[in-house]
């Protein structure tokens, strides 16, 4: 079956460093995407990968590992307005979007 | 670049009613656009994608007849809720990508919806 497994809620502090994981097991890999969605809002596009290694952008980076079927956000200097929901999809076989069910990342001050 | 807008942002409407949520992308030409609807504290769940010209592809579960896609430029797609009833009460989501369904998705900023 197609299934992305990532943490329900993490707590980080101001300024810190956060890595959010995400396994997954899908039917076929073209990539992988992580959004950020704020309450009540829609996702807004992070990052997208297809092969392995990390991709940086500004204080995001993300990682992919295909042979393991892993995959990390990392967010760095992490700000308050960061607090969000960060959702992992990976696009299976059939170019269809495998939601994750998001993490909840609070940040405290 | 890369901007989606959803009208409107919020909805009321009274069981029985049809309700129309158009998607917009503003600043490129979406060849494919994507209805998801979310339940609090769930994640997306897809229910229609639709190529420019063409009738959409609804998922499994997800009733046509029910949630009328039309995707009639490259710039606007609308979801009309038919006889909306109150377990219809969500947040819709568009999306569009510039090529096809392996392209990113850029996201609307939803349309959340209450059937009284």
């Known amino acids: 079956g197609q299934n992305i497994d990532q943490p329900t809620e993490m707590t980080a502090t101001e300024g810190a460093i956060v890595q959010i994981n995400c396994t997954y097991q899908?039917?076929?890999?073209?990539?992988l995407f992580w959004y950020q969605q704020h309450a009540g809002e829609a996702p807004t596009f992070l990052s997208y990968?297809?092969l392995d290694g990390l991709e940086e952008k500004g204080r995001f980076s993300s990682f992919l590992s295909r042979s393991k079927g892993y995959s990390y956000l990392l967010l760095k200097e992490l700000q308050m307005k960061d607090s969000a929901s960060y959702l992992c999809?990976?696009?299976?076989?059939?170019?269809?979007?495998?939601w994750g069910a998001g993490t909840k990342l609070i940040i405290k001050p | 670049g890369a901007v989606v807008s959803q009208h409107p942002s919020w909805v009321i409407c009274k069981s029985g009613t049809s309700v129309k949520i158009e998607c917009r992308s503003l600043?490129?030409?979406?060849?494919?656009m994507f209805w998801y609807r979310q339940f609090p504290k769930q994640s997306l769940m897809l229910m229609a994608t639709?190529?420019?010209?063409?009738?959409?592809?609804?998922e499994q579960g997800v009733e046509k007849d029910k949630f009328l896609i039309n995707h009639a430029s490259l710039t606007l797609s609308t979801l009309t809720v038919t006889s909306a009833h109150p377990e219809d009460s969500s947040f819709y989501i568009c999306?569009?990508?510039?090529?096809?369904?392996?392209?990113?998705?850029?996201f609307g900023p939803g349309t959340r919806l209450t059937v009284l």
């Open positions: 999809a990976t696009m299976d076989s059939n170019y269809q979007l495998i």
């Open positions: 999306s569009a990508s510039r090529g096809r369904e392996w392209d990113t998705q850029y």
């Open positions: 990968n297809v």
């Open positions: 639709s190529n420019e010209g063409s009738k959409a592809t609804y």
């Open positions: 899908t039917s076929g890999f073209n990539g």
């Open positions: 600043d490129f030409q979406a060849t494919t």
